[in-house]
C-alpha cells in the first residue's frame, strides 16, 4: 500500500510540475536568438526546438578565476544533483558550460535559474529554486560553471 501510494505521489508531484512550454524559450525571445550558432557538440537540446543564444559581440569571459563560485558551488546542496563532470540528476556541469557560451546574458540567465529554479530546458525534472542565494552568489556560481568549457 505505502508502495502504490509513494508512486502515486510520485506521479502527480511530476505531472503537476510539468508543463507544456520552455523556461528556456520564455527566457530568450525569438529577436533574442542567433540562429546561425548552435553548438554541435551538444547532445542535450531544449524540448521546444530553440536554438542556443550566443552573443558574438561580448568577449570571452572565460579567462578570469571564478574559484569563488567553484566554492560557493562546494558550500551548497548543488552538488547533491550535479556533478562537475557526470550527469547525476541534472546535468554536469561541463555540459551546461558546453550548451551555453560564457557571456554576460546568459551569466545572468543561469544566475537567475539557479534562484528561481525551473524544468524544461535539460528535461521535466525540475530544478530546485535557491532564493536564499544572494545576485551576486548565483552570478558567481554561473561563472565558475561557465568557464568549464573546453
Known amino acids: 500500500m505505502k508502495k502504490v501510494l509513494l508512486t502515486f505521489s510520485c506521479g502527480a508531484f511530476l505531472f503537476a510540475c510539468s508543463n507544456?512550454?520552455?523556461?528556456?524559450?520564455?527566457?530568450?525571445?525569438?529577436?533574442?536568438r542567433d540562429t546561425t550558432a548552435a553548438i554541435t557538440t551538444n547532445t542535450a537540446t531544449p524540448t521546444d526546438g530553440t536554438e542556443i543564444a550566443t552573443d558574438t559581440t561580448?568577449?570571452?569571459?572565460a579567462d578570469g578565476n571564478y574559484e569563488k563560485g567553484?566554492?560557493?558551488?562546494?558550500?551548497?546542496?548543488c552538488m547533491a544533483c550535479h556533478q562537475e563532470k557526470t550527469k547525476v540528476v541534472g546535468p554536469a556541469y561541463v555540459d551546461v558550460a558546453k550548451k551555453y557560451e560564457f557571456n554576460d546574458k546568459n551569466v545572468d540567465y543561469l544566475a537567475g535559474k539557479i534562484i528561481q529554479g525551473g524544468a524544461g530546458v535539460w528535461g521535466q525534472v525540475p530544478m530546485s529554486p535557491h532564493p536564499n542565494v544572494s545576485k551576486a552568489d548565483?552570478?558567481?556560481?554561473?561563472?565558475?560553471?561557465l568557464s568549464l568549457r573546453k
Open 20 to 32: 507544456s512550454s520552455s523556461e528556456y524559450a520564455e527566457h530568450y525571445e525569438s529577436k533574442d
Open 138 to 145: 548565483a552570478s558567481e556560481m554561473a561563472k565558475y560553471i
Open 58 to 61: 561580448t568577449p570571452a569571459l
Open 70 to 77: 567553484g566554492k560557493l558551488i562546494a558550500q551548497s546542496d
